[in-house]
């Protein structure tokens, strides 16, 4: 394998200064600060129930740049009203479900609090759980003080 050597000196300063903590572990209980990265309506991999699939990023703090996947499922009537609380949290009011997928773009790089918390299931295991407290930051023509009057502050 010397083959590789020369190709992987490059890299040796950058390997000794990097982590090697995982990135994928649940981060602590607690609240946090993250920007909406991504939200796309899904069918679930294992279940096949209809879902928003959530990519958020801690924006601040000891876990700036850490990942936070979300997954909010349709399967029943008391999961609507889970999902609009989370998304009138963040800002978006939605007459319609059925415009839910176009307006779904409209959250994009908006910045929320979030609460992660950590529960025991039925099975044993542990689950975390994630709740879109309210919205703190928004971008484009919903952000506060967006409209064109420089009276309002």
Same mark, same amino acid.
């Given at each position: 394998?010397?083959? @590789?050597?020369?190709?992987? *000196? ?13 990135? @994928?572990?649940? &981060?602590?209980?607690?609240? !946090?600060?993250?920007?909406?990265? *991504? ?23 000891? !876990?700036?740049?850490?990942?936070? @996947? ?6 029943? *009537? ?28 409209? &959250?994009? +790089?908006?910045?929320? *609090? ?12 542990? !689950? ?20 064109? +009057?420089?009276?309002?502050?």
């Amino acid at each position: 394998m010397s083959e @590789f050597r020369s190709q992987l *000196e490059e890299f040796e300063a950058a390997w000794k200064e990097a982590s090697a903590e995982s990135v @994928f572990d649940n &981060l602590p209980d607690g609240k !946090y600060q993250v920007g909406i990265e *991504e939200v796309r309506l899904e069918n679930a991999k294992k279940s096949g129930r209809l879902q928003l699939a959530w990519v958020l990023t801690v924006t601040n703090g000891d !876990y700036a740049g850490r990942k936070v @996947f979300h997954y909010r499922g349709l399967d029943r *009537e008391e999961s609507v009203g889970w999902m609009k609380r989370e998304i009138y949290a963040c800002g978006l009011e939605v007459e319609s479900i059925l415009d839910l997928p176009d307006m779904l773009p409209e &959250l994009l +790089d908006r910045v929320v *609090e979030i609460t992660l918390k950590t529960k025991r299931g039925s099975d044993g295991e542990d !689950y975390q759980n994630c709740f879109i407290n309210k919205l703190l930051e928004a971008v484009g023509p919903d952000a506060v003080g967006a409209d064109d +009057d420089p009276f309002v502050f």
